[in-house]
C-alpha cells in the first residue's frame, strides 16, 4: 500500500461478535484499526462489542428479541422488513453521509447490503464486495448481489467455486479470494502420532444450529461405540449451547465459554487431537459455495481435521485435494467409526499435509497484503 486511505466497513453485525464474516474482518483489518470505520446495521437486542474499530450503529425496527420466535415473529418480522423499512434505509444513508471514507467494502448480507449503492455511485466512490455466502443463504437478494457485483471496484469471494458462480449469474468479472488465514507462526507442529489407548480429545468451536445436531448426533453414537472398544475419548465443545443429547455418554463433554482471545483458542486448538469439521447437508447453496473459517484455523492447528459432510462440498474438495483430513459422508455412525479409527492410525501425515496447505493456500500476511494493495 502506496499511501493511507479511509475505509468505511459496511455489514450487518459486530465487527467483535463471534460469527465467522466478523473474524475475517478482524484478521484482515488488523494493523490497520486508524483506517477504518464500521457501519454496523443492528438487528438484535444484544448489546454490540466495542473493540479498536469505531463502529457507527444503526438499529433496525423493532430489534429481534430471543422471545419473537414464537406467533410474534411474523408480526416483527414485517414490521422491520416492510413497515419500518423505508425509515431504516433513510438512517442508513445518514449515517454514511456523516462519515468520512474513500473506499466502501460492503459484505452482501442481509435483506439491506445495497441499500448505499445509489449514494456509491453518485460520490463516485470506490466499492470493495465481499460474498461470504451465497446470498441466498446469508439474507441477501439476487438483485442485491448482482448490484454489488456489477457496481464493484473489486470482489472478494469466500471460494473459488462461488466466484464461479457468481460469473454465471450475474456477469464475468475479475474476483479475488477473501477468506481467513493463517500466519506463519500460527502453523503449529503437528502431534505425535495418537494411540488408541492415550485420551483423544474430540474438539468444536462455536454455536451449533439445528442443522447440525444430526451429525452431532452422529458423532455421539460413534463416540460411545469406540469407547466400548477400548478407546480413550473426550469431546471439548468451545463456545457451544448445551446439547440434552450429550448427556449420560460414555465419554466426557467439557463445555467452554464463547471467547474473542485469539491466543487463548490458539493454544487451545493445539492441544486437541481431532479437529471436529461437521457441514450440513440440508442447502447444497451453503455447502457448494462457502468456506468454513473454522477449517482454516483447524488447517494450521496441531491436531487433525475430522471432516463429516457432503462429500460435494467447497470443503471437502480442498481437504481432498491437499489429503489434509479424514473425511467421512454419511450419517452412519459405523463409518464415522471407521474414518476415527482410520484418523488416529494416520494422524501425523493427514495433519503434516494440512499444515502445507494452509502455508499454501492460507497464508494470512499474503492475503492481507494483496487486499490492502490499491
Given at each position: 500500500m502506496t499511501e493511507k486511505v479511509k475505509v468505511l466497513s459496511y455489514h450487518p453485525f459486530s465487527l467483535y461478535s463471534t460469527g465467522g464474516g466478523s473474524r475475517i474482518l478482524r484478521r484482515f483489518y488488523e494493523g490497520h484499526e486508524a483506517e477504518v470505520t464500521c457501519l454496523v446495521l443492528q438487528e438484535s437486542i444484544a448489546s454490540i462489542k466495542n473493540g479498536a474499530i469505531e463502529q457507527v450503529v444503526v438499529s433496525q425496527f423493532p430489534l429481534h428479541r430471543s422471545w419473537y420466535r414464537s406467533?410474534?415473529?411474523?408480526?416483527?418480522?414485517?414490521?422491520?422488513n416492510i413497515a419500518f423499512k423505508p425509515l431504516t434505509i433513510k438512517k442508513i444513508k445518514a449515517a454514511e453521509n456523516k462519515i468520512d471514507y474513500d473506499i466502501i467494502h460492503v459484505v452482501d448480507h442481509g435483506a439491506l447490503s445495497s441499500v448505499l449503492s445509489d449514494q456509491i455511485v453518485k460520490k463516485n466512490k470506490e466499492l470493495w464486495?465481499?460474498?461470504?455466502?451465497?446470498?441466498?443463504?446469508?439474507g441477501s437478494t439476487f438483485d442485491n448481489a448482482k448490484r454489488l457485483w456489477s457496481i464493484a471496484t473489486r470482489r472478494f469471494v469466500i471460494s473459488e467455486e462461488m466466484g464461479v458462480k457468481y460469473c454465471e449469474l450475474f456477469g464475468k468479472a475479475t474476483f479475488e479470494i477473501f477468506t481467513d488465514g493463517v500466519y506463519k507462526h500460527e502453523i503449529s507442529r503437528p502431534l505425535k502420532p495418537l494411540e488408541k489407548n492415550e485420551v483423544n480429545s474430540v474438539y468444536f468451536a462455536g454455536l451449533l444450529h439445528l442443522d447440525y445436531l444430526p451429525l452431532f448426533r452422529v458423532l455421539a453414537d460413534s463416540l460411545d461405540l469406540l469407547i466400548s472398544e477400548g478407546y480413550k475419548i473426550e469431546l471439548?465443545?468451545?463456545?457451544?449451547?448445551?446439547?440434552s443429547f450429550l448427556n449420560n455418554r460414555s465419554f466426557?463433554?467439557?463445555?467452554?465459554?464463547?471467547?474473542?482471545?485469539?491466543?487463548?483458542?490458539?493454544?487451545?486448538?493445539?492441544?486437541?487431537?481431532?479437529?471436529?469439521?461437521?457441514?450440513?447437508?440440508?442447502?447444497?447453496?451453503f455447502h457448494l459455495y462457502s468456506l468454513s473459517t473454522k477449517m482454516v484455523g483447524y488447517l494450521g492447528a496441531a491436531g487433525t481435521i475430522l471432516y463429516h459432510g457432503p462429500n460435494d462440498s467447497a470443503a471437502a474438495k480442498v481437504l481432498i485435494n491437499g489429503n489434509a483430513a479424514i473425511c467421512c459422508y454419511t450419517?452412519?455412525?459405523?463409518?464415522?467409526?471407521?474414518?476415527?479409527?482410520?484418523l488416529i492410525k494416520s494422524s501425523k501425515e493427514v495433519s503434516v499435509n494440512a499444515k502445507v496447505l494452509a502455508e499454501e493456500k492460507f497464508d494470512l500476511m499474503k492475503m492481507k497484503d494483496l487486499f490492502w494493495k490499491f
Open positions: 406467533r410474534l415473529r411474523p408480526i416483527t418480522m414485517w414490521l422491520r464486495a465481499s460474498f461470504h455466502d451465497y446470498f441466498s443463504t446469508s471439548i465443545l468451545r463456545g457451544t449451547q448445551k446439547v466426557k463433554t467439557i463445555y467452554k465459554p464463547v471467547s474473542l482471545n485469539v491466543d487463548e483458542l490458539k493454544a487451545e486448538l493445539d492441544t486437541a487431537s481431532i479437529l471436529y469439521l461437521p457441514i450440513k447437508f440440508t442447502d447444497p447453496l450419517f452412519e455412525k459405523n463409518d464415522l467409526c471407521k474414518r476415527i479409527r482410520d
